[in-house]
């Protein structure tokens, strides 16, 4: 009897095997197929996608298994252009299984190697991103980090004391997920995230009027926040006024001008839109900005990201946006950016 049940337990397994290959052998067939249409014909690709693949309303599952097929292990094989689709492909990319992930994604690639600082990976690519005009070479599909994201991570730890281990007081403005993950989950920081509008901070903060007193924050972390404030000296020195003696603020803006423009009399969004590439944006910035921070109390020092990783590092390190500089400021009567 335990022989007879031993024999039908082995067929049952060399069918299931069979299954599984044969499983294999047509999604082969069929991402061969898809990848034939992308080089030979890739409005037909792009028309089979949005009619066939892409039901609506559109199921996050559906897009999960497109974005597998979209992307071979490594190789990019098209960029989807509506935004809608690309925000939840990218949601399903961090939503897949870390297996299924580090298959497509991570490791070497000979002569395309990328590697994240902020997610500590070697990756295959960063994937482009972008509203109106997508970046390559931007986005990384281990942790979501931008060019921003990783050239900040960078300076945060070759250039503060963040990481000694020692308990410190953050502040982080208008804080980005990706960015506030990290920060929050460091054992010796006392975190707190602040913003004017977004419901998912700790506390309401109006920047141009901190309600905390002075020399309260070790760090202060503020990146793409200041082009979307009208009186921006004003939240300078309020930075300023609650950062400590012997601390470090981190300061990051687009820099798109050589010097800064601004209009406060525009206040129509189109127009800003126009002027300034957003409609809650008030100004473009230059190089400059070090002045305004200057002229704030702040001893400053500005970081290109040739100057962090090295000027034929930038694409490997996916910190090649030339808008992206950090500014790293102390007290200046104080000095701290000397030790460092």
């Not at 281990?142 to 991570?153: F, K, M, P």
């Amino acid at each position: 009897m335990r022989k007879k049940a031993t024999r039908k337990a082995h067929r049952a397994l060399q069918r299931l095997r069979r299954l599984i290959r044969e499983t294999t052998r047509r999604a082969h067939r069929v991402l061969r197929r898809l990848r034939h249409l992308m080089r030979k014909r890739p409005k037909d690709l792009l028309h089979l996608i949005y009619s066939r693949l892409i039901p609506r309303p559109m199921d996050l599952g559906v897009v999960q298994r497109l974005a597998i097929v979209l992307f071979d292990p490594g190789l990019l094989i098209i960029v989807l252009k509506n935004p809608t689709v690309d925000r939840k492909v990218r949601r399903a990319i961090l939503n897949l299984p870390r297996s299924l992930r580090e298959m497509l994604f991570f490791g070497k690639f000979p002569g395309r190697e990328r590697y994240c600082p902020h997610c500590r990976r070697q990756v295959r690519l960063f994937l482009p991103f972008g509203n109106r005009k997508k970046r390559p070479n931007a986005w990384c599909p281990g942790c979501g980090s931008l060019e921003r994201h990783r050239l900040a991570w960078m300076v945060f730890e070759q250039h503060t004391n963040l990481f000694d281990p020692v308990e410190k007081s953050l502040l982080h403005i208008a804080p980005e997920g990706i960015m506030s993950y990290k920060l929050r989950n460091l054992s010796h920081v006392d975190y707190l995230s602040a913003d004017l509008s977004d419901p998912g901070a700790m506390v309401k903060m109006d920047i141009t009027d901190i309600q905390y007193p002075d020399n309260t924050f070790d760090l202060i972390y503020c990146s793409h926040v200041l082009e979307h404030i009208p009186n921006d000296r004003q939240a300078m020195r309020e930075l300023y006024r609650v950062l400590k003696p012997n601390g470090f603020a981190l300061l990051m803006v687009p820099i798109t001008r050589k010097e800064t423009f601004e209009d406060p009399s525009v206040t129509d969004p189109a127009m800003r839109t126009k002027l300034f590439g957003q409609a809650d944006h008030v100004r473009h910035y230059g190089p400059d900005f070090k002045d305004r921070l200057e002229d704030s109390g702040f001893s400053t020092r500005a970081f290109a990201a040739g100057e962090i990783v090295g000027e034929n590092n930038t694409f490997r390190f996916g910190v090649q946006c030339p808008y992206d500089i950090v500014f790293l400021c102390g007290k200046s009567a104080y000095s701290a950016l000397q030790r460092y």
